[in-house]
């Protein structure tokens, strides 16, 4: 990426970036990494990396403390979003002539009963499920702000300044020529 500097005092650059926690979630979730980066606009940059990171438009996590650590998925580099579903999953009490155990916090199995009627109960647990989603607003437009500016701040090699300049040169004497003569 390249930098725009616009003037050379240093505490002003200091005061365009600013320090925020994140949390980078790769490897299909089975990753995590929490490393501060440096806010820039709606983007956040890892510099040790050459990454960057965002829009930053989804609400973060926060801590116990209350300081926010944005979610963001390392491979892309899209925001994520941590969405809370409670879901009931109901337990089959029979397996075959048998209630289906139910494990205590010792470990110890305990079978269920309903009271009334003597027959294994059914169990009804609610399960929390946690789901992280993506910025609405970036399906199909995942595209890192490094990669735009590696395509827009090309540098041309040498050799292919010489070949053009060459080619102009030869160029410009054929016209000459031609107008010449």
């Given at each position: 990426m390249a930098w725009n500097i616009k003037s050379w005092n240093p505490i002003k650059f200091v005061k365009r970036t600013e320090q925020v926690r994140c949390l980078l979630i790769g490897k299909n979730g089975g990753q995590y990494k929490f490393p501060t980066l440096l806010k820039e606009g709606d983007f956040v940059r890892d510099v040790g990396k050459d990454r960057v990171y965002g829009p930053m438009r989804l609400r973060p996590l926060f801590d116990l403390k209350g300081k926010p650590a944005y979610l963001f998925n390392e491979e892309t580099?899209?925001?994520?979003?941590?969405?809370?579903?409670?879901?009931?999953?109901?337990?089959?009490?029979?397996?075959?002539?048998?209630?289906?155990?139910?494990?205590?916090?010792?470990?110890?199995?305990?079978?269920?009963?309903?009271?009334e009627t003597g027959r294994p109960a059914r169990i009804v647990i609610d399960e929390t499920v946690i789901r992280m989603k993506t910025d609405p607003d970036l399906m199909g437009v995942l595209t890192s702000k490094t990669m735009l500016s590696n395509a827009l701040n090309r540098q041309p090699a040498i050799a292919m300044l010489a070949l053009v300049g060459l080619a102009t040169l030869f160029l410009g004497i054929l016209i000459g020529q031609a107008m010449a003569g």
């Amino acid at each position: 990426m390249a930098w725009n500097i616009k003037s050379w005092n240093p505490i002003k650059f200091v005061k365009r970036t600013e320090q925020v926690r994140c949390l980078l979630i790769g490897k299909n979730g089975g990753q995590y990494k929490f490393p501060t980066l440096l806010k820039e606009g709606d983007f956040v940059r890892d510099v040790g990396k050459d990454r960057v990171y965002g829009p930053m438009r989804l609400r973060p996590l926060f801590d116990l403390k209350g300081k926010p650590a944005y979610l963001f998925n390392e491979e892309t580099g899209a925001p994520l979003q941590a969405v809370v579903e409670r879901m009931p999953v109901e337990v089959d009490p029979l397996d075959g002539w048998t209630a289906t155990p139910i494990y205590d916090e010792d470990g110890n199995k305990v079978h269920v009963f309903d009271e009334e009627t003597g027959r294994p109960a059914r169990i009804v647990i609610d399960e929390t499920v946690i789901r992280m989603k993506t910025d609405p607003d970036l399906m199909g437009v995942l595209t890192s702000k490094t990669m735009l500016s590696n395509a827009l701040n090309r540098q041309p090699a040498i050799a292919m300044l010489a070949l053009v300049g060459l080619a102009t040169l030869f160029l410009g004497i054929l016209i000459g020529q031609a107008m010449a003569g």
